[in-house]
């Protein structure tokens, strides 16, 4: 196999988009006709797109074994980066993700109403914000070493929700009965998502893989993010949809084995510091949605 190319202009920009589309087609499909149907192409085609990509990346991504495709070891490595350049890039085009100061901005609105937006923050907004929880569980956080099941994470563990990431994506194993989303959901509904995978990314697969990147992101580093959200969504299945904005602290933890927990902490701003959301929308949210957190 040849070394991998380093010159990006010798690759013709547009037919690389075309090659990425086959390989991560090929990758979830496994078979080489549903692929060729899926992206109305050829066999032919296809074979010089997954051709071309594994001279230019200088290793093989698939292997062929009794006719049907498997990834090769380098092909499951590359698959994520691949898929999220394809979302990246068509969400970017559509203009619904940016980076605002060098951070992740995401934004969906279809007119009608409905909106999701999700602007990455400074981490030092847990200290210049007014309310005690997201500066407190950083503190216990570091204070446990990330260990959940350390006597120090019991001040916060009532506010937060733990997942685990499964096959069948993010699971949430704990939800405490204080946290925000209790509030807002109420403790019966909210409860009921224990055990459930986090697959309600809204506005469809591409805009779900780049929602996923915060986590993936602390998953990784074992560290922290904080971003903000404003979304509008019914509190109850037959209710009105209201507004909803929160900051969303993420931290990687472990369990008692070793295993990796995401931990959600969530609150309630004081500021919307997302571009083109207006701080109408946090004063018209439910004012009975705060979470009345004090240190002990």
Same mark, same amino acid.
């Not at 698939?62 to 495709?69: A, G, P």
């Not at 509904?189 to 697969?205: E, I, M, Q, T």
């Not at 969504?233 to 209201?242: C, I, L």
């Given at each position: 196999?040849?070394?991998?190319?380093?010159?990006?202009?010798?690759?013709?920009?547009?037919?690389?988009?075309?090659?990425? *589309?086959?390989?991560? #087609?090929? +990758?979830?499909?496994?078979? &080489?006709?549903? %692929?060729?149907?899926? /992206?109305?192409?050829? =066999?032919?085609?296809?074979?010089?797109?997954?051709?071309?990509?594994?001279?230019?990346?200088?290793?093989?991504?698939?292997?062929?074994?009794?006719? *049907?495709?498997?990834? #090769?070891? +380098?092909?499951?490595?590359? &698959?994520?980066? %691949?898929?999220?350049? /394809?979302?990246?890039? =068509?969400?970017?085009?559509?203009?619904?993700?940016?980076?605002?100061?060098?951070?992740?901005?995401?934004?969906?609105?279809?007119?009608?109403?409905?909106?999701?937006?999700?602007?990455?923050?400074?981490?030092?907004?847990?200290?210049?914000?007014?309310?005690? /929880?997201?500066?407190?569980?950083?503190?216990?956080?570091?204070?446990?070493?990330?260990?959940?099941?350390?006597?120090?994470?019991?001040?916060?563990?009532?506010?937060?929700?733990?997942?685990?990431?499964?096959?069948?994506?993010?699971?949430?194993?704990?939800?405490?009965?204080?946290?925000?989303?209790?509030?807002?959901?109420?403790?019966?509904?909210?409860?009921?998502?224990?055990?459930?995978?986090?697959?309600?990314?809204?506005?469809?697969?591409?805009?779900?893989?780049?929602?996923?990147?915060?986590?993936?992101?602390?998953?990784?580093?074992?560290?922290?993010?904080?971003?903000?959200?404003?979304?509008?969504?019914?509190?109850?299945?037959?209710?009105?949809?209201?507004?909803?904005?929160?900051?969303?602290?993420?931290?990687?933890?472990?369990?008692?084995?070793?295993?990796?927990?995401?931990?959600?902490?969530?609150?309630?701003?004081?500021?919307?510091?997302?571009?083109?959301?207006?701080?109408?929308?946090?004063?018209?949210?439910?004012?009975?949605?705060?979470?009345?957190?004090?240190?002990?």
């Amino acid at each position: 196999m040849n070394a991998p190319v380093t010159q990006f202009q010798e690759v013709n920009q547009p037919l690389l988009f075309e090659m990425i *589309r086959s390989f991560t #087609t090929l +990758a979830r499909t496994l078979n &080489l006709s549903h %692929a060729v149907t899926e /992206l109305n192409s050829t =066999r032919q085609t296809v074979r010089r797109h997954i051709s071309q990509l594994e001279e230019l990346r200088g290793v093989q991504l698939f292997d062929v074994v009794n006719r *049907r495709y498997e990834l #090769t070891e +380098a092909g499951r490595e590359a &698959l994520p980066s %691949a898929l999220s350049l /394809l979302g990246h890039g =068509r969400l970017w085009l559509q203009g619904q993700i940016k980076d605002v100061d060098g951070l992740m901005g995401t934004s969906f609105a279809d007119g009608k109403g409905r909106y999701y937006y999700q602007q990455q923050q400074p981490i030092n907004i847990a200290w210049t914000n007014k309310s005690p /929880l997201l500066r407190t569980a950083i503190r216990c956080w570091a204070e446990s070493d990330g260990a959940l099941e350390h006597p120090r994470m019991n001040l916060i563990r009532p506010y937060v929700l733990i997942y685990r990431d499964t096959a069948a994506g993010w699971i949430c194993t704990e939800l405490g009965e204080n946290a925000f989303y209790s509030q807002w959901w109420g403790w019966a509904k909210a409860r009921s998502s224990v055990g459930r995978s986090l697959d309600n990314f809204p506005f469809g697969p591409e805009m779900a893989r780049v929602l996923d990147v915060p986590l993936r992101e602390v998953q990784a580093t074992h560290g922290m993010r904080i971003d903000q959200v404003a979304t509008f969504v019914a509190r109850s299945k037959d209710g009105p949809p209201e507004h909803c904005i929160f900051e969303r602290l993420l931290l990687g933890c472990q369990m008692p084995d070793g295993s990796f927990a995401l931990m959600v902490v969530v609150d309630r701003p004081e500021v919307i510091r997302i571009n083109g959301v207006d701080q109408s929308a946090l004063d018209e949210m439910a004012d009975d949605v705060r979470i009345n957190f004090k240190l002990e």
